[in-house]
């Protein structure tokens, strides 16, 4: 009866499978297989406007107009595909804008025509004829204009 170590019989086999478990651990050990990557896309705003959110607005300002100017403006700028900015989007892209914000017309208020107070005070009265429009003054405050007044614009699109 033989006992101890014989290397080159039965333990060496044993020996084989250590030295194969220990190269596939080393192996598989280069990988973590728990860890996703995450793809983040480019967003996809054209030349002239930067990504906010989801959606893109013009970096600087698309022009100064007459607020029906700016909606016709904006609606034929990034190959058809924008619009006059609506008033959330052009406070959170407020910041994101070059230079200084100079204020914008709005596109989602409706225009009205402007009626002047009443004679007495406090009634309104027959409709002056002027149509207003909101206008965003700085990046947190709106003002009502005659919409015929040139001001700046920003033009917005969705990604």
Same mark, same amino acid.
């Given at each position: 009866?033989?006992?101890?170590?014989?290397?080159?019989?039965? $333990?060496? #086999? #044993?020996?084989?499978?250590?030295?194969?478990?220990?190269?596939?651990?080393?192996?598989?050990?280069?990988?973590?297989?728990?860890?996703?990557? *995450?793809? !983040?896309?480019?967003?996809?705003?054209?030349?002239?406007? @930067?990504?906010?959110?989801?959606?893109? #607005?013009? =970096? *600087? %300002?698309?022009?100064? /107009?007459?607020?029906?100017?700016? @909606?016709? *403006?904006?609606?034929?700028?990034?190959?058809? $595909?924008? =619009?006059?900015? !609506?008033?959330?989007?052009?406070?959170?892209?407020?910041?994101?804008?070059?230079?200084?914000?100079?204020? %914008?017309? #709005? &596109?989602?208020?409706? *225009?009205?025509?402007?009626?002047?107070?009443?004679?007495? /005070?406090?009634?309104?009265?027959?409709?002056?004829?002027?149509?207003?429009? @909101?206008?965003?003054?700085?990046? &947190?405050?709106?003002?009502?204009?005659?919409?015929?007044?040139?001001?700046?614009?920003?033009?917005? =699109?969705?990604?």
């Amino acid at each position: 009866m033989k006992f101890g170590l014989d290397l080159f019989g039965h $333990n060496k #086999i #044993i020996f084989s499978l250590l030295i194969l478990g220990l190269g596939c651990a080393v192996f598989l050990g280069g990988f973590n297989f728990r860890k996703t990557n *995450q793809v !983040t896309a480019a967003a996809n705003c054209p030349d002239g406007f @930067v990504a906010v959110g989801d959606f893109c #607005i013009s =970096r *600087q %300002s698309s022009g100064s /107009g007459e607020w029906s100017e700016a @909606v016709e *403006q904006c609606s034929s700028e990034a190959g058809g $595909n924008a =619009r006059l900015c !609506t008033a959330s989007e052009l406070r959170e892209g407020c910041g994101s804008v070059t230079g200084s914000f100079g204020g %914008s017309w #709005i &596109d989602d208020f409706t *225009q009205a025509p402007y009626e002047a107070p009443g004679e007495g /005070g406090g009634d309104p009265g027959e409709p002056s004829g002027e149509t207003r429009a @909101v206008f965003l003054v700085d990046c &947190d405050r709106f003002e009502s204009f005659l919409a015929e007044e040139e001001r700046s614009f920003y033009c917005c =699109r969705n990604l």
